[in-house]
């Protein structure tokens, strides 16, 4: 098994979705990633910044379940990153009402001397210049997986397009891909991505699943269609740290592998959009992950005579 870094905000989030609304809760990237990798059994660490004002619960949550805080920087007299969002009737838009930077304006990211050895780093959506310095203290990663938005491409292109040349994984939505690339078809997106530099490029497609690429190879995975979506907050976040965690607990970055860490990732997304925040993937057992497993299993699986 190996050590998995986690780099990615962790924050106060407030949600206002057709179902309900939230006032500040637990929430960011760095977070969701943990708590979906946790499941894994990995050992892992955050590597983030907070204020003081973060409470001391939230801090032994995630101690609890197992998650190295060592890299997690406190401010004092700092106030926590926050974002606040509004989601329309089909769930797959939203409005950004507030973000204030807070302390991540001025955050430097220093990776604990027993983590840059870590085999597995997962770069959460962060500034370009962040990830890169993360990259600078680590030691030769076995594989780095990179997620980021549309955001850094419209503001910081010329050192996300650095850091993507250092990766090994990026993974980033359709629209994105589209924007990165210049391309339309998702699959020369892919393809123009990969010269880039990363070996694998993941394009996730919301509620449609997520597609696989690497050399001439594609694979997909579907998303488990649900009766309801709560809130759709951090189910790319999950799903990457799903993926991140499966590969870090069997050590295998091989693209069969890659295959099952996309579906791990994709199961427990599915999960993290039942209820608001990271709620559900707090109160998630290893019975239900199995049980779903299986009905993703089932949605794929099917016998073809070609005679």
Not at 61 to 73: A, M, P, Q
Not at 151 to 167: G, H, Q, S
Request: hydrophobic letters at 40%.
């Amino acid at each position: 098994m190996s050590k998995l870094l986690i780099v990615g905000t962790v924050a106060f989030d407030a949600i206002e979705t057709p179902f309900g609304k939230t006032d500040k809760i637990l929430g960011g990237a760095g977070t969701y990633i943990a708590l979906a990798a946790e499941k894994f059994g990995v050992d892992s660490a955050i590597v983030s910044v907070v204020g003081d004002d973060f409470p001391q619960d939230y801090i032994q949550l995630l101690k609890d379940r197992n998650v190295n805080l060592e890299g997690l920087e406190i401010v004092k007299g700092g106030k926590t990153f926050f974002w606040s969002g509004r989601y329309h009737n089909d769930m797959n838009t939203r409005d950004t009402l507030d973000t204030q930077l807070n302390v991540l304006a001025d955050f430097q990211p220093k990776v604990p001397e027993n983590y840059k050895d870590a085999e597995v780093v997962m770069l959460g959506n962060l500034h370009p210049l962040v990830q890169l310095s993360v990259l600078e203290q680590v030691n030769n990663p076995k594989l780095v997986a990179l997620d980021t938005m549309n955001f850094w491409m419209d503001n910081a292109l010329e050192d996300l397009l650095k850091v993507i040349k250092k990766v090994d994984v990026l993974t980033i939505n359709d629209e994105e891909a589209r924007q990165l690339s210049g391309e339309y078809s998702l699959v020369k997106a892919a393809r123009k991505i990969e010269k880039m530099g990363p070996k694998f490029v993941v394009i996730k497609k919301g509620e449609h699943g997520a597609l696989l690429f690497h050399d001439n190879q594609m694979f997909f995975a579907p998303a488990l269609p649900l009766e309801e979506v709560f809130d759709p907050t951090g189910a790319g976040d999950t799903f990457a740290g799903g993926f991140a965690g499966y590969l870090a607990k069997t050590n295998n970055t091989s693209f069969k592998n890659m295959k099952n860490a996309i579906i791990y990732g994709s199961n427990l997304a599915s999960f993290c959009v039942e209820k608001f925040g990271t709620e559900r993937m707090l109160n998630l057992s290893d019975e239900e992950i199995d049980e779903r497993l299986k009905v993703f299993k089932s949605l794929t699986q099917f016998k073809i005579d070609l005679n």
